[in-house]
Each structure stands twice: as structure tokens, then as C-alpha cells.
């Protein structure tokens, strides 16, 4: 888990209520499809639009909006990293635990009786490095001046 490292891909997709929102009131409480984005929700929307986006298409109508894309990403970046940063000593520890790290050895170490090799050759018993990965995704949400919050 030393170094860890964290990949932020920006091919994702942005998902949006099918109706306009507003806050809560007694009147649109129970309208799910004003307050959630969930596909299974939002999979009939009027007229037949999807309510997901690339990333990559929203990013030019952030900036439509008079909000700056950029600082917008900057921002997301950063709560991601935190985020990862908060969860590395659970990564850690589960993967000490995994790779038995408590015999004093370096979890960065060569292991025994593991394989290397080529497509060509492999060669059962010999060193390999301790490698794993995890994939994280998180739901970050943002509000109307561009500020993005953590959902999930």
C-alpha cells in the first residue's frame, strides 16, 4: 500500500433529476424524480431524453453557466484525493492482512511462491512483486455555484 496511488478517470457520466427542482415542501415531497437521479427512477423521462451526460459534454455547460469548468475539476480533484486519504489506513491495513506482512518483511518486497514471468514463459515458484487494486467510485454532487460535494 506504499506508495498508494489514486487514478481519477474523466470519463464519467453526470446524472440529473428529470424535473426541475426545488426544495422540499408538502406538495413535492413523494416526487422522487424531482429529487433523485437514479437511472431506474429516471428511465421514462418526458420526451424521451436520457438524464445522463459525459462528463467531458458538461464540463463546456458549466462554463455556459458562468461557472469556471476547470477550478470546478480542480475541486472535485481535491475532494477525491482527501477522500482516499482518509480511507489509506483501511487500505493499508487490509492489504498487510492480505499479503502477511506481520513476519517484519516490507509488504513493498518480492514475495515467495508466486509467478512471474511473460506471456511467453511463466514460472511458477519464482518472486513477484505485492500488487493489488482497488476500484473506488464516489458520487460527488454539485450545488448551483459549482461546488462539488461528496455524496457517496
Not at 416526487?31 to 451526460?53: E, T, Y
Not at 470546478?72 to 492480505?98: D, K, Q
Not at 518480492?110 to 482497488?134: C, I
Amino acid at each position: 500500500a506504499a506508495p498508494l496511488r489514486a487514478y481519477l478517470s474523466r470519463r464519467g457520466v453526470a446524472r440529473f433529476a428529470s424535473r426541475q427542482w426545488s426544495p422540499v415542501s408538502a406538495a413535492n415531497q413523494h416526487d422522487a424524480r424531482m429529487h433523485l437521479s437514479n437511472s431506474s427512477i429516471n428511465q421514462r423521462v418526458d420526451g424521451g431524453a436520457s438524464n445522463k451526460k459525459a462528463i467531458e459534454r458538461l464540463l463546456p455547460d458549466l462554463e455556459a453557466r458562468g461557472i469556471d469548468a476547470e477550478f470546478v475539476w480542480c475541486r472535485v480533484r481535491r475532494l477525491i484525493a482527501l477522500t482516499v486519504a482518509s480511507i489509506a489506513p483501511t487500505i493499508a491495513h487490509a492489504y498487510t492482512t492480505v499479503f502477511d506482512c506481520s513476519d517484519g518483511t516490507s509488504c513493498n518486497s518480492l514475495s515467495a511462491n508466486l509467478w512471474t514471468g511473460t506471456a511467453n514463459a511463466m514460472q511458477v515458484g519464482a518472486a513477484a512483486p505485492r500488487r493489488s487494486f482497488q476500484i473506488i467510485g464516489m458520487d460527488v454532487m454539485l450545488d448551483s455555484t459549482g461546488t462539488p460535494l461528496l455524496v457517496e
